[in-house]
């Protein structure tokens, strides 16, 4: 699949998962460098107070997911020889590892 592949349907699903990626990246740093969360979350979320007290576990774990989902799609959407894209591949698989660990290991 790249930019250029005759069905629109998969070029849009595909830019709408980079526009949440790169949503998740920077709410995530938001939250985890601010060790804040935002207003809404908390209203919405109804976060409980055991949960109120890890903005840094759940902000970098979000923010990890969302890299490893920008990641994953860059070969889909950016033409690259077959090797860069399979690494590229294998990178947001352990990112996506890395965000599991980082929410499991990080105690605030």
């Known amino acids: 699949m790249s930019v250029s592949d005759p069905d629109p349907l998969w070029i849009a699903f595909r ?4 526009v ?11 939250v985890a460098v601010s060790r804040r969360f935002p207003p809404a979350w908390i209203r919405v979320g109804r976060l409980p107070a055991s949960q ?8 970098g774990g979000q ?21 860069v894209g399979a690494a590229l591949i294998v990178a947001a698989l352990l990112l996506a590892g890395a965000a ?3 929410f ?5």
């Open 63 to 83: 923010a990890l997911v969302g890299a490893s989902l920008l990641i994953q799609q860059a070969p889909f959407l950016i033409p690259m020889p077959f090797p």
């Open 100 to 102: 599991v660990g980082w």
């Open 15 to 18: 830019l709408v998962i980079v």
């Open 20 to 30: 949440l990626g790169l949503a998740m990246v920077v709410l995530g740093v938001r």
């Open 52 to 59: 109120r007290s890890q903005p840094v576990r759940m902000g």
């Open 104 to 108: 499991v290991l990080r105690r605030d």
